[in-house]
């Protein structure tokens, strides 16, 4: 869904699959998170599903 939500925005993104790729994995690990989604947007991260809180952090970095 935040892929549909992004691109129905015209919002460019990079896709991260941890199901593929051990690197994305470990990010998201390192980053204190053991589920997804997790947007990474600027300085924040919006986990799940939550378009007003993707678009404030769209807002907050100036997208």
């Not at 129905?8 to 896709?15: A, D, I, N, Q, S």
């Not at 690990?29 to 989604?37: I, M, N």
């Amino acid at each position: 869904m935040v892929k549909v939500y992004l691109s129905r925005k015209g919002v460019p993104f990079t896709e991260h699959n941890v199901s593929l790729d051990d690197e994305a994995t470990k990010f998201l690990l390192a980053a204190g998170y053991s589920s997804t989604p997790v947007t990474f947007i600027g300085e924040q991260q919006v986990v799940g599903y939550k378009p007003k809180d993707i678009d404030a952090a769209l807002a907050a970095a100036g997208a």
